[in-house]
T-cell receptor, first 109, second 112 residues
Framework: SQQGEEDPQALSIQEGENATMNCSYKTSINNLQWYRQNSGRGLVHLILIRSNEREKHSGRLRVTLDTSKKSSSLLITASRAADTASYFCATEGNTPLVFGKGTRLSVIA | ETGVTQTPRHLVMGMTNKKSLKCEQHLGHNAMYWYKQSAKKPLELMFVYNFKEQTENNSVPSRFSPECPNSSHLFLHLHTLQPEDSALYLC???????????FGPGTRLTVT
């Protein structure tokens, strides 16, 4: 299926450390997106990377995409307690966006 | 979140009730979506509307009935639901399919 799978399922780090989350998928895609969700709230779009791009930056976020391995990573640098949330990758290909199960990130002050 | 609003934010209903969820987007987008988010399960796409026309129905039971009267409004009519339908129902919109989606805050539905 096109569904992305995030790894790890949960991640706990100290404030100031970097957090890396990975996403793997199975079919060809047009783009891959990362979203953030605070507990019980709507998702917020973070960044979109197209299939012909390899790396993209936005503030403290860095996203990479390797289409040959069908994988992506999201790096959050210098994490803050406010970064505590669930992070989802979503792939867009022949079907509308398909979301993974997410990585639950906890940043401890 | 102010770009996409959802009402009500919380809803408790019995299995024999009929209720409706409302979504409104103020972003001028032409595509709207309904998702279901249950605990420990991936976000599930339910319906997609493009220019008020339904373009995707992801094998959703008929007890969920969507309505899109115009590009800015989307409803989800609920009747004779089951307890397993309890979940967070999220609405989203996008300018075109495939681009980033903007989500509402969701309606937390509990079916008793």
């Amino acid at each position: 299926s096109q569904q992305g799978e995030e790894d790890p399922q949960a991640l706990s780090i100290q404030e100031g450390e970097n957090a890396t989350m990975n996403c793997s998928y199975k079919t060809s895609i047009n783009n891959l997106q990362w979203y953030r969700q605070n507990s019980g709230r709507g998702l917020v779009h973070l960044i979109l990377i197209r299939s012909n791009e390899r790396e993209k930056h936005s503030g403290r976020l860095r996203v990479t995409l390797d289409t040959s391995k069908k994988s992506s990573s999201l790096l959050i640098t210098a994490s803050r307690a406010a970064d505590t949330a669930s992070y989802f990758c979503a792939t867009e290909g022949n079907t509308p966006l398909v979301f993974g199960k997410g990585t639950r990130l906890s940043v401890i002050a | 979140e102010t770009g996409v609003t959802q009402t009500p934010r919380h809803l408790v209903m019995g299995m024999t009730n009929k209720k409706s969820l409302k979504c409104e987007q103020h972003l001028g987008h032409n595509a709207m979506y309904w998702y279901k988010q249950s605990a420990k399960k991936p976000l599930e796409l339910m319906f997609v509307y493009n220019f008020k026309e339904q373009t995707e129905n992801n094998s959703v039971p008929s007890r969920f009935s969507p309505e899109c009267p115009n590009s800015s409004h989307l409803f989800l009519h609920l009747h004779t639901l089951q307890p397993e339908d309890s979940a967070l129902y999220l609405c989203a919109s996008s300018q075109n399919g495939g681009l980033e989606q903007y989500f509402g805050p969701g309606t937390r539905l509990t079916v008793t």
